[in-house]
């Protein structure tokens, strides 16, 4: 959910929505945070329980199916699940909903027996229409997930989405720094997804036109954003962002980009010396990305006030500054916790306080599930807490499908996920589960996730 690459997931299955940064790098030199957030004393039967559905994973099953619908949803709220988050931009960009902004989802790829295969949707009922009356027959509150900066993907069969559509546009695509210079994205041939550049106002308007007709949906419960963030580190370093940096700053940059990062510069692998804007470089992302989601609640709740507003962050606030994105509070005094990387106003740009609600990413391996720090479960939601100081509710949860979930012992999965659920509830607000694909796929995993919630409502 760092480029934010996955694993191949159990029987091959993808999952587009969300990735893995497999080593943290913290600075020693500070604490991590500078007080404990003790929460509320909410009971956990109070606490919603959210489940994920991937578009591409469970496209075979949903594309043009309402009665399948009907019935995984059924078995969501048998097993004790309160919220469904159901991905209606996926990762090609185009859209799962009614809109004039983009064009309908017409084909996806999933993993079948026979292997890779082009899914079409053949149906004209509204997708996301359906899963909001049939979570709704059930008591199930609907969410919309939103790859948010994503504008098209590139897979073994082919490439598609507005990106790849529309040569008009290229100036939208992110442009990266490699070793070779600044190049855009969409001159790889590499698999994998394709971003806009954050920055371009003109990308904002049109994603905000987007949220706007989303938001119309006066039955919707909610919307997720997904992928609400750069690229990665080495991305946006287009003309139109220095130009924009060099307004925030006040001044041109002689060196770009040496002055700001060094081509091949890595995650937990800093340049030192530093160059002399690479933390404001960090702190004007973050402020970016901060300013677009003020943006974006501001249109949602203007369309619909009611509507909860939220977003999915990876759990790894340590090393998150590489997609620009700043979750937590802006009380959160980051330069007193990350002084390696982040700036004195890097704080100001926590967006936290924007946020009904916030799905963290708590994706640590099946054998690690319980503890206080950054890769465990329990220990992703607990550090959020503490970042996130109570100004939006906080529901971590595991990726069950990915990395050592793909290839543990069925036994230590199975108690991974009935012991995720009681450690994240009793941590945090809430539980979050990804993806319900990885329920579907093998016997009894429904049954393992509803007794980790009979537990933690039981620990009341």
């Given at each position: 959910?760092?480029?934010?690459?996955?694993?191949?997931?159990?029987?091959?299955?993808?999952?587009?929505?969300?990735?893995?940064?497999?080593?943290?790098?913290?600075?020693?030199?500070?604490?991590?945070?500078?007080?404990?957030?003790?929460?509320?004393?909410?009971?956990?039967?109070?606490?919603?329980?959210?489940?994920?559905?991937?578009?591409?994973?469970?496209?075979?099953?949903?594309?043009?199916?309402?009665?399948?619908?009907?019935?995984?949803?059924?078995?969501?709220?048998?097993?004790?699940?309160?919220?469904?988050?159901?991905?209606?931009?996926?990762?090609?960009?185009?859209?799962?909903?009614?809109?004039?902004?983009?064009?309908?989802?017409?084909?996806?790829?999933?993993?079948?027996?026979?292997?890779?295969?082009?899914?079409?949707?053949?149906?004209?009922?509204?997708?996301?229409?359906?899963?909001?009356?049939?979570?709704?027959?059930?008591?199930?509150?609907?969410?919309?997930?939103?790859?948010?900066?994503?504008?098209?993907?590139?897979?073994?069969?082919?490439?598609?989405?507005?990106?790849?559509?529309?040569?008009?546009?290229?100036?939208?695509?992110?442009?990266?720094?490699?070793?070779?210079?600044?190049?855009?994205?969409?001159?790889?041939?590499?698999?994998?997804?394709?971003?806009?550049?954050?920055?371009?106002?003109?990308?904002?308007?049109?994603?905000?036109?987007?949220?706007?007709?989303?938001?119309?949906?006066?039955?919707?419960?909610?919307?997720?954003?997904?992928?609400?963030?750069?690229?990665?580190?080495?991305?946006?370093?287009?003309?139109?962002?220095?130009?924009?940096?060099?307004?925030?700053?006040?001044?041109?940059?002689?060196?770009?980009?040496?002055?700001?990062?060094?081509?091949?510069?890595?995650?937990?692998?800093?340049?030192?010396?530093?160059?002399?804007?690479?933390?404001?470089?960090?702190?004007?992302?973050?402020?970016?990305?901060?300013?677009?989601?003020?943006?974006?609640?501001?249109?949602?709740?203007?369309?619909?006030?009611?509507?909860?507003?939220?977003?999915?962050?990876?759990?790894?606030?340590?090393?998150?500054?590489?997609?620009?994105?700043?979750?937590?509070?802006?009380?959160?005094?980051?330069?007193?916790?990350?002084?390696?990387?982040?700036?004195?106003?890097?704080?100001?740009?926590?967006?936290?306080?924007?946020?009904?609600?916030?799905?963290?990413?708590?994706?640590?391996?099946?054998?690690?599930?319980?503890?206080?720090?950054?890769?465990?479960?329990?220990?992703?939601?607990?550090?959020?807490?503490?970042?996130?100081?109570?100004?939006?509710?906080?529901?971590?949860?595991?990726?069950?499908?990915?990395?050592?979930?793909?290839?543990?012992?069925?036994?230590?999965?199975?108690?991974?996920?009935?012991?995720?659920?009681?450690?994240?509830?009793?941590?945090?607000?809430?539980?979050f589960l990804f993806d319900m694909i990885h329920l579907k796929l093998k016997p009894?995993?429904?049954?393992?996730?509803?007794?980790?919630?009979?537990?933690?409502?039981?620990?009341?």
């Open positions: 959910m760092n480029r934010y690459l996955k694993t191949l997931l159990l029987l091959a299955i993808p999952l587009v929505s969300a990735g893995i940064t497999l080593t943290a790098c913290e600075d020693k030199d500070k604490p991590e945070y500078e007080w404990e957030w003790g929460g509320d004393d909410t009971p956990n039967t109070e606490k919603p329980r959210y489940i994920w559905v991937d578009a591409a994973a469970n496209f075979p099953d949903f594309a043009n199916s309402k009665e399948n619908i009907l019935r995984d949803l059924t078995l969501a709220k048998e097993a004790g699940f309160t919220d469904i988050v159901v991905d209606v931009r996926p990762t090609t960009g185009d859209v799962l909903f009614e809109t004039d902004v983009e064009q309908q989802v017409e084909w996806l790829g999933a993993w079948l027996p026979g292997g890779y295969t082009k899914i079409e949707r053949t149906a004209t009922w509204d997708y996301l229409q359906a899963f909001i009356d049939a979570g709704h027959s059930l008591g199930l509150k609907i969410h919309a997930g939103v790859n948010t900066m994503v504008g098209g993907n590139r897979t073994s069969l082919g490439p598609s989405g507005l990106l790849f559509r529309d040569a008009s546009k290229a100036e939208w695509a992110t442009q990266l720094l490699t070793e070779n210079g600044i190049v855009s994205t969409l001159e790889g041939t590499e698999t994998g997804s394709r971003f806009f550049n954050p920055v371009h106002e003109e990308v904002q308007s049109y994603l905000l036109d987007m949220l706007a007709d989303l938001a119309a949906y006066q039955e919707l419960d909610g919307i997720i954003l997904d992928r609400g963030r750069f690229d990665d580190l080495d991305s946006d370093f287009s003309e139109y962002t220095r130009l924009k940096f060099e307004e925030y700053i006040g001044h041109s940059i002689t060196n770009f980009p040496d002055d700001i990062m060094p081509a091949g510069t890595a995650v937990g692998n800093l340049p030192n010396p530093q160059p002399p804007y690479f933390k404001r470089w960090l702190e004007f992302r973050v402020k970016t990305i901060h300013d677009f989601m003020e943006k974006a609640r501001n249109r949602v709740k203007g369309v619909n006030p009611d509507i909860s507003f939220g977003v999915y962050v990876g759990g790894w606030y340590s090393t998150y500054y590489n997609v620009g994105v700043n979750w937590a509070s802006p009380r959160f005094n980051t330069s007193n916790a990350y002084s390696t990387w982040a700036s004195t106003k890097y704080h100001d740009y926590g967006y936290a306080d924007l946020m009904d609600v916030i799905l963290i990413g708590a994706y640590a391996s099946p054998t690690s599930v319980h503890g206080s720090s950054e890769w465990t479960i329990e220990g992703f939601t607990r550090q959020a807490m503490n970042k996130i100081k109570g100004d939006a509710k906080v529901v971590g949860g595991p990726d069950i499908g990915n990395g050592q979930w793909a290839t543990a012992a069925d036994d230590v999965i199975n108690n991974a996920i009935r012991e995720s659920v009681p450690a994240c509830m009793n941590a945090g607000d809430g539980y009894h995993q429904w049954d393992y996730v509803k007794q980790g919630i009979d537990k933690a409502l039981a620990e009341d």
